[in-house]
């Protein structure tokens, strides 16, 4: 249960950062994730701490450079696999929109930078994949925004309840433009 208090302590330091407070996080404090072998509660409890953390940001994530890269990361997430298909473009594009810090751009937008990088993943994945990991890379200038698109990740892989391997290593190649390490996020 460790893990759950240090997510705690974390989420405490964002909401202090969004309220201006000195709480500020270093690289190795992390913003925890629990490994693919978590358990289904566990992890429905872990993507819940996520969404709060990223809620409790909502205020300081409204840049198109987050909005992209969030974008980005939630194609790559769909199609980590090696392909989409419609259900799941369908599925995908709900948690989307009912993403509540996503809820600060208008859907139109996030529907249209979603659909370009999907459609760019199932003519060509690696192609697709190496645009998106460019999107996703102008989110590292601000250190907030890179941890919350890969949180973003996070909470979109987990939502179905099942974290698969595919979708934890494209979250762990993520890190690599966003200038975070894989293990900041235990991944």
């Known amino acids: 249960m460790a893990l759950f208090d240090r997510l705690k302590d974390q989420a405490k330091n964002l909401q202090q950062q969004a309220q ?3 709480g500020t996080t270093t690289g190795g404090a992390g ?9 289904g509660g ?7 701490v996520l969404k709060t953390q990223l ?11 987050y909005r992209d890269a969030s974008m980005a990361m939630c194609a790559l997430v769909a199609a980590a696999d090696g392909h989409v298909d ?3 473009i369908q599925q995908m594009e709900s948690l989307i929109l009912g993403n509540e810090v996503l809820q600060n751009f208008p859907p139109e937008q996030l529907r249209t930078r979603f659909h370009k990088h999907v459609d760019q993943l199932t003519r060509n994945f690696p192609q ?8 996703i890379a102008k989110a590292a200038k601000k250190p907030t925004e890179a941890r919350a698109v890969i949180q973003t990740g996070i909470v979109i892989a987990g939502a179905d309840g099942h974290f ?3 979708e934890q290593s494209i979250l762990r190649e993520a890190c690599a433009p966003l200038n975070l390490q ?6």
């Open 20 to 22: 201006g407070g000195r």
């Open 31 to 39: 913003h925890g994730v629990s490994r693919g072998g978590s358990r």
């Open 42 to 48: 566990s992890r429905a409890q872990l993507v819940g």
């Open 55 to 65: 809620g409790s940001l909502k205020t300081e994530l409204k840049s198109g450079a």
């Open 86 to 88: 419609a259900a799941e």
């Open 128 to 135: 697709g994949k190496a645009e998106a990991l460019q999107e």
């Open 164 to 166: 698969s391997q595919a």
């Open 182 to 187: 894989p293990a900041e996020f235990q991944l």
